[in-house]
């Protein structure tokens, strides 16, 4: 028998708290900022110089991987950010790795909902360059994550990820997948090959880039990741 999933709360299923309204508030200052979820690992934002407050602004939200924290990840997207004008949201796992690949939905997907209002409070986010990214532990929770809010996010980037846990898909967001056959921690076959075949056949317009080396995040492939999700529509 089938269950159907709307019987349960949204949030057990995935579904973020957070719908993209107009700001309330006055832009931050550009700069490094604390949102103030957490007095240890709280969720930080990146604001470039040089924004146009007139202009809804692309959204790069980076999940770190197991052990990681967002001082981890930021350099490799830092540079985009100032180069190309949008802003970064980086948040920081409750525990050593994200609440769904410990035993599911919980503390971590309730603090992305929350920085997530907080900066749509501030600036106008752009819904066609709205972005979850991250690298291992990190890409399964964007790629898990953004497949469930796929109407809300644009764009899925996922960098040696491992798994897949969705119990609904929503929407069509484009994605992004990239793994190296020589990865030691992460199975390309049980993960990359699988997951970009399995959306393709339900028709996702997705992106597969191979790189060779270990379990890294290669910037290389991260320079071809951000051309996919500053690409402007035709």
Do not use: C
């Not at 790629?143 to 040696?160: E, K, M, P, Q």
């Amino acid at each position: 028998m089938q269950i159907d999933p709307s019987i349960f709360p949204p949030e057990l299923l995935g579904r973020m708290t957070f719908t993209i309204t107009p700001p309330t508030k006055d832009p931050l200052p550009p700069g490094l900022h604390s949102l103030g979820l957490a007095e240890e690992r709280d969720t930080l934002l990146l604001v470039p110089e040089g924004l146009e407050p007139s202009r809804p602004v692309p959204l790069f939200v980076m999940f770190h991987g197991a052990s990681g924290s967002a001082e981890k990840v930021m350099p490799f997207v830092t540079d985009y950010a100032h180069k190309h004008k949008f802003i970064i949201m980086l948040p920081q796992s409750t525990y050593y790795t994200w609440d769904l690949t410990i035993g599911g939905h919980g503390p971590d997907l309730d603090r992305l909902g929350k920085a997530l209002n907080i900066v749509s409070s501030h600036f106008a986010i752009d819904p066609e360059h709205f972005a979850l990214a991250g690298f291992s532990d990190g890409a399964s929770y964007a790629l898990s994550t953004g497949l469930t809010n796929g109407d809300l996010i644009s764009h899925i980037i996922v960098l040696s990820g491992g798994f897949m846990n969705v119990y609904m898909k929503t929407g069509k967001p484009r994605v992004f997948i990239t793994h190296s056959p020589e990865d030691e921690q992460l199975n390309i076959k049980t993960s990359a090959l699988k997951h970009h075949k399995e959306l393709k056949e339900l028709g996702y317009d997705i992106h597969f880039e191979l790189f060779s080396g270990p379990h890294v995040i290669y910037p290389p492939v991260v320079e071809k990741a951000m051309a996919f999700f500053l690409e402007k529509k035709s």
